[in-house]
């Protein structure tokens, strides 16, 4: 049993290495990259090429720039370090616990713009094929590329597509505002390393094998929230098209104010407190200079002591990327791409509500919206009187405030070419579906054939065709499914209460949840969205 057990390590030694050198390589001018090959997965992974240069020292706090020329062939077999990550807010008020986030077993760094490729087969596929860019969620705090293996949607597309997962500057690093750093710095540095990236993907990506005139973006929360701000970007007028499809899994809208509004200045002010550089001449400069281990337990400390479940450092309206708030810029059509296919949840908001702190609607209200006063405070509670418990009503608020309603704003952008689904399988918390996308990561608990192909395949032909009509699979159950458009159309995705079958058909929107939306969209101008 030793020798035998010895003889098949070496076996897969060999295939491995065989793999290894056998596996495509690709000059991309400024370096050159050969992958590695999975035979478990039949796909090749490129992991780890870099994108940008190392935004370090002088380039903190500052827009992307192209990477270096290096010389040689790169083996790209090795996940890249991940962004430095915080966590979110645990303070039972709005304020503005010191705790560490440390994720096992990866790396962390300031030097982190990185992005891999993942393409079917051992070789470089002959086709284009339509192109699936993953921007990760994570609150704008956390997440990397490689917790999203690529070959999971490969297969579940039928090998129609390539895939990339970008890496972009979080917390701190990419999301600090105010006045200073508008003025001697770049605001919302992490949106601009996504467009960084997507600019990578319509320069690189055809000698993948990918066609850079079919891109389709997909996130999930705050990935879903960065394929928002893509989609607005530049006025909607973003040139040269960096893609024609959107996809949202939870669209995440917190509040983005203003760059100089006093709770982003507020912010600028803590890190300068908790660095040391309150006595500098010039503030900016001396965050650049200061280690990077003070600056990241002032991310993690600010982040934890926002209001719970809340994210402190977010995207803001800078004027140039972002030039107005996003509800605005929805309402008048101002958006890039083609077509939309948004998902929500149905119970969002629960995982960021603390379920046993006292409930209150009002109360409630004025911690999450701190511009809010009131009269708006008491307007949120009547428009929540009749949703349930206390408990339920400040669940509501949460969820469709940040979630749930930016989705259909975002849907109204499109008209004619939306589509809207919801994940509904109990108890379909907020991040459940991501098991859907990348079961090889942590298998979905509903293990249902018909509901694994319709449910993911939905997105992937989206993706592909423009239309999720355009099924991969005949034995795909997915009834026709009309644009959002047509008498406010969603497609439920569940299953029977004795979880023995699929449960998929389409229904109109609840008039009540449309006439909540329609409030918050009125009062946007005070939550920042």
């Not at 809340?310 to 004027?319: L, M, S």
Request: net charge negative; aromatic share 10%.
């Amino acid at each position: 049993m030793a020798r035998l057990t010895v003889a098949l390590l070496l076996a897969a030694s060999v295939l491995n290495s065989y793999a290894q050198s056998d596996a495509p390589i690709v000059d991309l001018g400024y370096a050159t990259y050969q992958g590695s090959f999975d035979p478990t997965t039949n796909v090749t992974n490129f992991f780890g090429l870099r994108f940008a240069l190392p935004p370090t020292g002088d380039l903190r706090f500052q827009a992307p720039q192209p990477p270096a020329n290096v010389s040689g062939v790169q083996q790209a077999d090795t996940m890249p370090p991940e962004c430095l990550q915080a966590g979110n807010g645990q303070s039972p008020t709005n304020p503005f616990s010191n705790q560490t986030v440390k994720r096992q077993g990866r790396q962390q760094s300031d030097d982190c713009l990185f992005l891999n490729v993942h393409i079917p087969g051992s070789t470089v596929p002959e086709e284009s094929l339509t192109t699936v860019v993953w921007i990760h969620g994570g609150g704008y705090i956390a997440g990397s590329a490689s917790d999203f293996p690529g070959s999971d949607l490969i297969n579940e597309s039928d090998r129609q597509v390539v895939v990339v997962t970008i890496q972009y500057r979080l917390g701190l690093f990419g999301f600090l505002a105010g006045q200073e750093v508008k003025d001697n710095g770049a605001l919302n540095a992490g949106l601009l390393d996504q467009d960084f990236a997507l600019r990578w993907v319509q320069a690189h990506i055809s000698k993948f094998g990918g066609d850079p005139t079919r891109v389709a973006i997909w996130g999930e929360s705050a990935g879903a929230g960065s394929v928002l701000q893509q989609v607005v970007a530049h006025d909607g007028q973003t040139d040269p098209p960096l893609f024609r499809a959107a996809m949202t899994s939870s669209t995440f809208l917190p509040s983005q104010y203003q760059f100089n509004d006093p709770i982003p200045e507020a912010l600028f002010s803590q890190v300068v407190a908790q660095t040391n550089c309150s006595s500098s001449s010039d503030s900016l400069a001396c965050l650049r200079a200061v280690d990077v281990n003070t600056l990241q337990n002032a991310n993690v400390a600010i982040n934890r002591a926002g209001f719970f479940g809340t994210f402190v450092t977010v995207p803001v309206v800078d004027g140039t990327f972002i030039t107005q708030r996003v509800i605005e810029s929805l309402q008048q059509g101002k958006v890039n791409g083609q077509a939309i296919l948004a998902m929500t949840n149905t119970n969002e908001g629960i995982s960021f509500v603390n379920q046993t702190a006292p409930a209150n609607a009002t109360v409630y209200a004025e911690q999450l919206f701190p511009n809010f006063g009131l009269e708006q405070d008491e307007e949120v509670a009547r428009v929540y009187a009749d949703v349930g418990t206390p408990l339920d009503q400040v669940n509501r608020i949460q969820g469709e405030s940040i979630f749930i309603c930016p989705s259909y704003f975002l849907l109204s952008a499109f008209p004619g070419k939306s589509f809207k689904g919801q994940f509904a399988l109990p108890p379909a918390l907020h991040g459940m579906d991501v098991a859907y996308y990348f079961p090889s990561n942590s298998p979905p608990s509903f293990q249902n054939a018909d509901f694994l192909k319709a449910f993911s395949q939905a997105f992937l032909a989206f993706a592909i065709n423009l239309d999720p009509n355009d099924k991969l699979d005949s034995g795909n159950i997915t009834p026709q499914w009309s644009t959002f458009s047509v008498n406010n159309t969603e497609m439920l995705f569940n299953r029977t209460e004795d979880s023995s079958a699929a449960v998929i058909h389409t229904f109109s929107t609840d008039q009540d949840l449309l006439d909540r939306c329609s409030f918050w969209e009125g009062v946007g101008e005070l939550t920042g969205q």
